[in-house]
C-alpha cells in the first residue's frame, strides 16, 4: 500500500509543477500580447521559480530513495538544468531583459512542460500498475 501511497504523491507533485509552469507560461503570454507590464510578469515569475525548483528536486529525490531509477533518471536532467541556472544566479526574469529573452523563456517553459508530461504520464502509469498489483 505503501507504493500506492507514494504514487499518488507523485502524481500531485507533478500536477502542482505542470500547474506552476502554466502560470509562469500564461504570464509571458500576456507580456507578450501586452495585458501585463513587464514588472508585474517578471514579479510574478519570480515568485513561483524556486517553488519549482523545489518541486523538482523533491521529485528526483523521492525517486531516487524510492529505488525508481528510470523515472529518476528521466526527471535528472530537467533538476541538473535548474540547479545549474541556480548556482550561475540566472533562474531568476530579469524585468530589463524580459524583452529580448520572451521567446527562449518561453521555449525554456515550454520544454519543462513537455518534460513534466512525460514525467505525469509513467507517474499516471506506474500507480495504474501498483494498483494492478494490489
Known amino acids: 500500500m505503501g507504493e500506492v501511497f507514494y504514487w499518488i504523491f507523485s502524481f500531485l507533485l ?13 504570464m509571458l503570454v500576456d507580456l507578450e500580447f501586452d495585458y501585463i507590464n513587464p514588472y ?7 515568485k513561483v521559480i524556486l517553488p519549482e ?10 525517486n531516487l530513495i524510492a529505488g525508481h531509477w528510470i523515472i529518476f533518471l528521466i526527471g535528472l536532467p530537467c533538476m541538473y538544468y535548474n540547479v545549474t541556472l541556480y548556482i ?3 533562474h531568476l526574469a530579469d524585468v ?21 508530461i512525460l514525467l505525469f504520464v509513467l507517474s499516471v502509469l506506474s500507480l495504474v500498475w501498483s494498483l494492478a498489483e494490489e
Not at 40 to 46: E, K, L, P
Not at 53 to 62: D, E, L, N, P, R
Not at 96 to 107: G, R, S, V
Open 14 to 26: 507533478i500536477l502542482a509543477l505542470l500547474c506552476v509552469l502554466g502560470y509562469q507560461l500564461i
Open 40 to 46: 508585474d510578469s517578471t514579479s510574478r515569475i519570480n
Open 53 to 62: 525548483f523545489i518541486m523538482q528536486g523533491v521529485f528526483c529525490i523521492t
Open 88 to 90: 550561475k544566479k540566472e
Open 96 to 116: 530589463t531583459e524580459i524583452y529580448n529573452k520572451l521567446n527562449w523563456e518561453k521555449k525554456k517553459r515550454l520544454f519543462k512542460v513537455g518534460h513534466s
